[in-house]
């Protein structure tokens, strides 16, 4: 069973960086595609960014290219997602969640954390 913690979140000013983290069960990069998720309200769940366990692809969705990156330390079992440049709509709650290699679907998520970015 994989587990997910994030932590990080907060209330920056518009222009402003976080770091969000999440905490995975030991080995699961080893096999588990990792993404970041986000939900604001009144809107549907989007992917932010994901990294393949396998050659570590990364993907990022168009609307945060060139200001977030993801990255992961495989021997601290941390998923990072570091933002830049913060706008006001990427106001959300973020999530990490883990593809299983056998999946084609997320199978675990995190209890997301929220992000708040002031104008």
């Known amino acids: 069973q994989v587990q997910l913690v994030e932590s990080g979140g907060g209330l920056v000013q518009a222009g402003g960086s976080l770091r969000l983290s999440c905490a995975a069960s030991?080995?699961?990069?080893?096999?588990?595609?990792m993404g970041w998720f986000r939900q604001a309200p009144g809107k549907e769940r989007e992917l932010v960014a994901r990294?393949?366990?396998?050659?570590?692809?990364?993907l990022y969705a168009a609307s945060v290219k060139g200001r977030f990156t993801i990255s992961r330390d495989n021997a601290k079992n941390t998923l990072y997602l570091q933002m830049n440049s913060l706008k006001p709509e990427d106001t959300a709650l973020y999530y990490c969640a883990a593809r299983p290699r056998s999946s084609a679907n997320y199978d675990y998520w995190g209890q997301g954390t929220q992000v708040t970015v002031s104008s």
């Open positions: 030991e080995g699961t990069f080893s096999n588990h595609d």
């Open positions: 990294i393949t366990w396998y050659i570590s692809s990364i």
